[in-house]
C-alpha cells in the first residue's frame, strides 16, 4: 500500500515532519563526543587527514561517474531511426582507465601504508609508559615507575595523561578480547587474552576529558565498558600523580567516614584496593583516591553519591551483570568474579557509610 493511500494530507504532513526531526536529530549526534573528526593528538590528526584524503579522492571519483554516466545516457538514449554505432575496442581508453586507477590507488595506498607503518613506531625516551589490563567489563590503568618508591601506581577506567608528552599505552586482557579506543585521541586496538599490544605512541595536543569505548564485543556488558582519559597540564598531572602516591588521611575515630572506612574493610576489601589501607584485594578495580574519579562503573555514570549508593546496593540494576554470573565465574577458577549486590548483606546506612568513605578520598 502506497503512503498516498494509507495517510491522509495532515497523515502525509505528520510523517515529513517526523522525518525532518529524525534527520536533525541525527545530525545533532555528529557532535558527539566520540567523534573522530575533532582529533586532539598527533596520532589521531594522521588518522583524520589520511580519511579526509581518502573521502575527497574517492567523492571526486564517485561525482565524475555519475556526471559521466548522466551525460552518456542522455546522449547516447535510444531514439527512432537512429541506429547505435557498434564499437570493438579503443586502445587509448583502455591504456587510460587502466593507468587512471593505478595512478589513484597509489595516491591513496602510499601515504595508508606509510600511517599504518608509522603506527608500529617504537616510543621516544620520555615517554610516558601506561599499562592498560581490559576486564569483563571494566579497565585496570597502571604506570610503571610512578607509584611509591618507583613502584606502579595503579588506577581504573580513567587514565590521566599529561599535555605535550609522548603516551605509550600498551594492552593486555584478563579474559576475552576488548578493543581500545579514544576516538580524539588514539586506538583502536584489541586487548587479546596471552599477548601484549601497543598503541601508537601519541601526543595529546588540548587539555580536556576525553571519552573512550571497549569497541569489540565482549559479552553482555560490552556497550557499558567505558572510560576516560583526561588531558591534564604538566603542572596538573604531576600534581595527579603525587596526590595518588599520598596515601589518604584516616578518617576521625568514630565518625561517619570511619564507620564506612570500616564496613568497606570488611566487606570490599578482598576484592578492590585503596592504597595506603590494608585493603588489597585485585579482583575489582583500585579504588584509591576513588573521590577524584569523574565517573563510576567503567564509566557508564556520574560519581555522585546518590549513584554510588545504587551501584552499592544492586550493582546488577545499572550494569546487567546476571545474577548468576559470580557462581559462574568463581567456577572458571581464575580468581574472577563479578561484584555481588549488597542490599542483603548491608544495611541502607551502612551502604551510605561506604559510599561517603569513597568519595572523601579526593586529589586536592
Ligand atoms: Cu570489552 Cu567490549
Request: net charge negative; charged share 15%; proline share 6%.
Amino acid at each position: 500500500m502506497y503512503p498516498k493511500q494509507l495517510l491522509g494530507r495532515s497523515g502525509r504532513l505528520v510523517a515529513v515532519g517526523l522525518l525532518v526531526a529524525a534527520l536533525l536529530l541525527a545530525l545533532s549526534a555528529c557532535s558527539s563526543p566520540q567523534t573522530t573528526f575533532d582529533p586532539k593528538s598527533d596520532a589521531a590528526d594522521k588518522i583524520q587527514t589520511l580519511y579526509i584524503l581518502i573521502i575527497v579522492i574517492s567523492g571526486a571519483i564517485g561525482a565524475a561517474v555519475l556526471i559521466a554516466m548522466g551525460y552518456l545516457m542522455a546522449k547516447f538514449r535510444e531514439r527512432p531511426g537512429v541506429k547505435a554505432r557498434q564499437i570493438h575496442g579503443n586502445n587509448t581508453l583502455e591504456v587510460l582507465w587502466t593507468i587512471g586507477p593505478i595512478l589513484i590507488l597509489v595516491m591513496i595506498g602510499v601515504p595508508t601504508i606509510l600511517a599504518i607503518v608509522g603506527a608500529t613506531r617504537a616510543p621516544s625516551e620520555d615517554a610516558l609508559h601506561v599499562e592498560v589490563v581490559a576486564h569483563q567489563w571494566w579497565w585496570e590503568v597502571n604506570y610503571p615507575g610512578l607509584g611509591p618508591d618507583g613502584g606502579t601506581l595503579t588506577t581504573a577506567n580513567e587514565l590521566h595523561v599529561p599535555i605535550g608528552r609522548e603516551v605509550a599505552i600498551s594492552l593486555k586482557s584478563d579474559d576475552v578480547i576488548h578493543s581500545f579506543w579514544v576516538p580524539q585521541l588514539i586506538g583502536k586496538i584489541d586487548s587479546i587474552p596471552g599477548r601484549t599490544n601497543h598503541l601508537e605512541p601519541f601526543t595529546a595536543s588540548e587539555v580536556g576529558v576525553y571519552l573512550g569505548q571497549c569497541a569489540e564485543f565482549c559479552g553482555l556488558a560490552h556497550a557499558l565498558m567505558r572510560f576516560r582519559v583526561v588531558v591534564d597540564s604538566l603542572g596538573d598531572f604531576e600534581r595527579w600523580v603525587e596526590g595518588m602516591n599520598t596515601p589518604p588521611p584516616a578518617p576521625e575515630e568514630e565518625s561517619f567516614l570511619a564507620s564506612g572506612q570500616s564496613v568497606f574493610i570488611q566487606n570490599c576489601s578482598s576484592c578492590h584496593a585503596v592504597a595506603g589501607t590494608v585493603a588489597a584485594g585485585r579482583i575489582g578495580p583500585d579504588l584509591s583516591r576513588f573521590g577524584s574519579r569523574l565517573t563510576i562503573g567503567a564509566g557508564i555514570m556520574d560519581n555522585t553519591e546518590e549513584n554510588l549508593v545504587e551501584w552499592i546496593t544492586n550493582v546488577t540494576a545499572v550494569k546487567p551483570v546476571p545474577e548468576g554470573l559470580p557462581t559462574a565465574l568463581a567456577e572458571l577458577g581464575n580468581g574472577k568474579q563479578a561484584m555481588p549486590r549488597f542490599d542483603d548483606t548491608l544495611t541502607p546506612a551502612q551502604v551510605e557509610a561506604v559510599a561517603a568513605y569513597l568519595r572523601s578520598m579526593t586529589i586536592e
